[in-house]
């Protein structure tokens, strides 16, 4: 680096990744600010610079010496795990000034002699104490992978069966298509059979463990929890998302349109990604797009980019971060938040290029078998080539990734919103579920099962859900009046009694 540059970088101040010191008067702080540079992205120490004032007052030869070992003793001795700097002497008029370059580190989180860890904080740098940023840190490195983590007390029998199924069907394709077995008749065959066709011998508890969603010590993974529980929500509650459509354009304001009940958000990643898609095309007004007046409108935003942005929510949100992703309808833009910035140092820049650098690696390998997406990082280049205004913002203060889409003026319809309460509103919009025109009051019961139906279920699942016999007096009573109220569906109506008749949400 030339004085110049040196002279410019001085001119610019402090900031989070150029720190000045006039001389080292105190190894330790000094060491604290290397182990901040080594959790964060890295940054400069100038040594010959006043902090306060930014006036140079460079080192003599004899300093530079001195400076440059005692540098190189506090990145061995003050850092913990210790650190390489790569250290310079920049010739200013006087004397030298000496600039340490301390990269980001590979082995986090760093802590000094003390066993504090640090991080920056803007131009300074603060204590870290929070055990969700600490596995933050370790899974950056690969030192922690918490898609792999433990789920206490979970067994096999918390799992979806279907989900599980329609997993094996999709990661084993060519063997399931040489056994016959395909989408059609997948209620035909029992997940013992599936798990036979795989690996013929092997129980569905040692498939499970070959395949790693079991760990070496019995416990379920996280991943395999996300992906194929019942209720996931039971041992990781905060793994789900907040859908809130508002009237007007503020999170403050109290009055919305629409708003998904928690219980209704509750499952696996299959679930939560049909229910936040439901809740888009309920809230986002349709289009037309042709000249003809009778032709098939499309969804004002793109049904794909939302597709991509909401997969890429449910799949690379940071699970050490305890919080829901959130969804936001306003009248003049949609919001999506996903707990954690982006990983791996990567930038906006990068993923708008393509670039694809997944955080939960092993949960982003197994989810492509029940998610659309295909994982090779195209995703929001597709989502960008819809031709949306939309804006993506790496939050580090916050730990979020939101990706904001622009809503043309008058995307929202306003007739029948009048001023109200929070609770009327809400009210309203959760007993008309189905349709506008046809109010409908559910028990919390009833309310389960249609939301269990996002995804097509059995008459026995459905009974299963709800701890009762398959018999004709409550297939009646539990489904069939759901039927007639028109919150459920068949998927074959014509053939009512068809041996694989299911029954789904209602999407209109």
């Known amino acids: 680096m030339t004085e110049q540059e040196v002279l410019k970088l001085r001119d610019h101040g402090e900031v989070t990744k150029v720190q000045f010191k006039e001389r080292i008067i105190d190894a330790y702080d000094v060491g604290c600010e290397m182990v901040a540079f080594s959790n964060t992205h890295g940054g400069q120490l100038v040594i010959g610079i006043n902090d306060k004032m930014g006036v140079i007052n460079a080192l003599s030869y004899q300093e530079v010496q001195e400076t440059t070992n005692l540098l190189g003793n506090i990145a061995s001795e003050n850092v913990i795990p210790s650190i390489l700097l790569d250290i310079e002497t920049i010739a200013v008029e006087g004397g030298h000034l000496v600039m340490a370059t301390i990269k980001e580190g590979l082995n986090k989180p760093y802590h000094d002699n003390k066993g504090i860890v640090w991080v920056k904080n803007g131009a300074d740098k603060r204590r870290v104490f929070d055990n969700a940023e600490l596995a933050e840190m370790m899974s950056q490195c690969g030192n922690f992978a918490p898609d792999e983590a433990a789920v206490a007390d979970a067994s096999i029998s918390d799992l979806d069966e279907h989900c ?18 395909n989408e059609q008749n997948l209620r035909d065959y029992t997940l013992v059979q599936m798990t036979h066709f795989v690996a013929g011998g092997v129980s569905m508890e040692g498939l499970m463990r070959n395949l790693r969603f079991i760990r070496p010590d019995g416990k379920l993974t996280v991943a395999a929890m996300l992906l194929f529980g019942k209720y996931p929500q039971r041992w990781l509650p905060t793994y789900t998302a907040k859908c809130i459509c508002y009237v007007g354009n503020s999170v403050g304001g109290t009055m919305f349109r629409d708003k998904v009940n928690d219980a209704d958000m509750e499952g696996h990643l299959l679930h939560q990604y049909e229910t936040i898609m439901a809740f888009f095309t309920r809230n986002l007004r349709n289009v037309q797009v042709e000249k003809e007046f009778n032709s098939q409108g499309k969804l004002e935003i793109s049904y794909a980019a939302l597709v991509e942005f909401v997969v890429n929510a449910l799949v690379h949100r940071s699970l050490n971060w305890k919080a829901p992703i959130r969804v936001f309808i306003f009248d003049n833009r949609v919001e999506i938040h996903s707990p954690g910035e982006l990983p791996n140092g990567l930038t906006v820049d990068d993923i708008v290029k393509g670039t694809s650098m997944p ?20 995703g929001i280049l597709r989502a960008l080539e819809e031709g949306l205004d939309v804006m993506f913002k790496n939050e580090e203060r916050i730990h979020e990734f939101v990706i904001i889409i622009k809503r043309e003026p008058g995307a929202n319809n306003q007739e029948g919103i009048q001023e109200t309460n929070q609770e009327s509103v809400q009210e309203s919009v959760q007993e008309n579920v189905q349709e506008k025109h046809i109010k409908v009051s559910l028990t919390k019961s009833q309310k389960d099962i249609v939301n269990f139906c996002s995804v097509p279920r059995t008459a026995q699942e459905i009974l299963d859900r709800l701890g009762l ?12 009046t759901l039927v007639d ?13 068809d041996r694989n008749q299911k029954y789904r949400k209602r999407k209109k």
Not at 164 to 181: D, E, P, S, W
């Open 164 to 181: 599980l199924k329609t997993y094996l069907l999709n990661r084993f394709a060519v063997v399931m298509a040489q056994k016959g077995v």
């Open 359 to 378: 955080r939960n690696q092993f949960l982003f390998t197994n989810a492509n078998y029940l998610l659309p997406y295909t994982g090779a990082g195209s």
């Open 469 to 480: 016999t398959n018999h004709s007096a409550n297939r009646k009573r539990h489904i069939q």
């Open 485 to 497: 109220m028109g919150v459920l569906e068949m998927t074959i109506p014509e053939k009512p009694n």
